[in-house]
Structure formats: structure tokens, C-alpha cells
């Protein structure tokens, strides 16, 4: 069965660095989304794309923040200058249709911001 | 905006016990519900969905839902749990029709004992 895959699955930063967060969604997927947990809270959105640009986006997702799809399987998450309240697992997903279908998630990746 | 409010934080159960998970959304128009299951140290999976139709939705592994509109409520029920369901269960919601995003409950811990 089809899934989404995220690299790293951990990652450690120094505040102020810049990281990347890359997934691959299901092939046939048009629809792609980040979210994030921040320990013991709720999972929370963070910006939804499609047809390489951004459709929706959350109060979280502030300039720092940028996606992107370098190619014809990745997706990436950029967040250019790291602060520590940025450490969260974050959740890749994608979707083949509209956005209220069913979202398909990957593994997560966990970054520590130090 | 609509949110998720999951009651429920941590449940303990024994084995063939009956679960029911409870979960109320507050929105002004029509949603679609999901709930999602991650079970230690994998990632979050779809257990069953609600987008129109039949208001009594089944899942896999036995899970079924009832969504009651009047009560703006979506509770995950099964009618004997298994140590295999020990797990973290999320409701979610998004609108239909209108965006993608999907809005998480706090989620519920579930212990299965054996």
C-alpha cells in the first residue's frame, strides 16, 4: 500500500539555523499539507498545497515559514531562522483530491530545537 | 473556525471491555469527520470517515462511528477492545467544500490491558 515518507525522522538544531523537512507523498496525490504536534498539544495545521502553490495557510505559518515541491516526488518544509518554540513532530500528508478528502500521513519528524 | 473537543484524555480498559470515545465539534456548516488512530511509534492511520449518508459509519478493525448532527457529535465506539487497539485516537474535522484543513481533537489515549 501507497504511503507518505518523511526524512529525517529526528533532527536536532541550534536556534536561529535553518532546516528542511522533506516528504515524499503518495504518487497520484494532488493535494499536500504540513501539520504539527508540539508535545502535548493538539496536532495543528500548518499549510495545505496544491498545483504548486500554497491554498491554505494557518496564523502559524508566518514568513519563516516556506514549502515547496522541488520536483516531481518531493515535499519540503523550510523554516529559515529556527526558534525554540518550533520544536514539534511534524506531520506530512497528501490527499489525491479536493481537501476534504481523506488525508494520508506520514511517519513525522521530530525537531529539536536547541 | 471550528475545533474539536475530545473528552476523554486517557482511558483504561480491559480486554473485551466496550469503548466509546467521545468527541464534539462546534462549526457553523457541514463538516467531515474522521477519526485517526496512531498506535505506538507509528504514524497517525485513518480508521473511518463520515462525508454524508448513513450517520452510522464502520472502520476498520471493528471501530464504528455515529455522527449526530444535533449534537454535533462523532463518538468512536467498539464493542470489545483488544490489547492490539492500546493506541492514541484523534477526531478531526474539516469543512466541506470549503478548505482544507483539517482540525484535530486533543486526542485519547487508550490502554488495553491485557
Known amino acids: 500500500e501507497p504511503e507518505v515518507t518523511q526524512t529525517p525522522s529526528h533532527q536536532v538544531t541550534q536556534m536561529g539555523q535553518e532546516v528542511i523537512l522533506r516528504c515524499v507523498p503518495i504518487s497520484n496525490h494532488l493535494y499536500f499539507y504540513w501539520y504539527r504536534q508540539i508535545l502535548g498539544q493538539k496536532v495543528e495545521f500548518l499549510v495545505s498545497f496544491y498545483n504548486n502553490e500554497i491554498s491554505e495557510k494557518s496564523e502559524i505559518f508566518d514568513d519563516q515559514f516556506s514549502v515547496e515541491r522541488p520536483d516531481g516526488s518531493n515535499f519540503t518544509l523550510k523554516i529559515r531562522s529556527t526558534k525554540l518554540e518550533d520544536s514539534a513532530m511534524y506531520f506530512c500528508?497528501?490527499?489525491?483530491?479536493?481537501?476534504?478528502?481523506?488525508?494520508?500521513f506520514g511517519p513525522g519528524t521530530r525537531l529539536l530545537v536547541l | 473556525a471550528q475545533s474539536v473537543s475530545q473528552h476523554n484524555h486517557h482511558v483504561i480498559l480491559s480486554e473485551a471491555a466496550s469503548l466509546e470515545l467521545g468527541c464534539n465539534y462546534s462549526?457553523?456548516?457541514?463538516?467531515?469527520l474522521f477519526w485517526y488512530v496512531q498506535y505506538p511509534g507509528q504514524h497517525l492511520q485513518l480508521l473511518l470517515k463520515y462525508f454524508s449518508g448513513d450517520p452510522l459509519v464502520k472502520g476498520i478493525k471493528g471501530f464504528e462511528a455515529e455522527f449526530i448532527k444535533s449534537k454535533f457529535s462523532f463518538n468512536l465506539r467498539k464493542p470489545s477492545v483488544q490489547w492490539s487497539d492500546t493506541a492514541e485516537y484523534f477526531c478531526?474535522?474539516?469543512?466541506?467544500?470549503?478548505?482544507?484543513?483539517?482540525?484535530f481533537g486533543g486526542g485519547t489515549r487508550l490502554m488495553v490491558k491485557p
Open positions: 462549526y457553523g456548516g457541514t463538516v467531515n
Open positions: 500528508a497528501s490527499s489525491e483530491l479536493a481537501g476534504s478528502e481523506t488525508q494520508y
Open positions: 478531526a474535522v474539516t469543512p466541506r467544500n470549503a478548505g482544507n484543513m483539517l482540525t
